[in-house]
């Protein structure tokens, strides 16, 4: 390998867990993956609006969201709200949805943002959920899109474990749509 193809830092301490789409109307996306895709069942969660760090300054997170799993991929399912620019209109103009991200669990979260640094990337958002933090790099120059890392927590193993599960033991039918 030469010189310049080197990495700058030893490959990457996180491990890709989800697949993130952005989303014009949430209920009707877990409608389609639902049955288009054979994803579920759906667990969605209360809307929130956090306080962010976007770009650099104040930012607000403001969404609704649910996850899922469709065979071994975890699935994130996000509507954006509100008009406040976010790591969502970055990518997707209003009415717009695609894929938006790759998810990661990070155990040392800062050393895997320098990283990301090191390669040219940028920080997009940082926040806070209670109980675990997570980082927005936009990787898009290096795979397309952004990258969100995740601190490896309790919380947040478990409640990906509840929906792996409940896919797992799902019959296709029954109660699809379930409250977290």
């Not at 090191?118 to 952004?146: N, T």
Request: net charge negative; glycine share 10%; charged share 25%.
């Amino acid at each position: 390998m030469s010189e310049a193809r080197k990495p700058a830092r030893p490959a990457p301490s996180p491990r890709l867990v989800q697949n993130a789409y952005v989303v014009r109307d949430l209920d009707q996306a877990m409608d389609q993956w639902i049955r288009s895709a054979g994803g579920g069942p759906f667990f969605h969660f209360p809307e929130r609006c956090s306080p962010v760090t976007y770009r650099g300054g104040e930012g607000v997170l403001h969404m609704r969201r649910a996850l899922g799993q469709v065979g071994p991929i975890h699935i994130e399912l996000i509507q954006p709200l509100g008009d406040k620019p976010s790591v969502f209109s970055d990518m997707f103009a209003p009415g717009e949805e695609g894929f938006h991200h790759l998810g990661y669990y990070s155990d040392d979260v800062e050393a895997d943002v320098a990283r990301y640094l090191d390669m040219g990337c940028e920080i997009a958002m940082r926040g806070e959920f209670p109980g675990m933090s997570f980082v927005f790099i936009d990787a898009r120059p290096l795979v397309g899109v952004m990258v969100e890392l995740i601190q490896q927590v309790d919380q947040v193993t478990n409640m990906h474990k509840r929906v792996r599960e409940a896919a797992e033991a799902w019959d296709g039918l029954s109660d699809p749509i379930r409250a977290i």
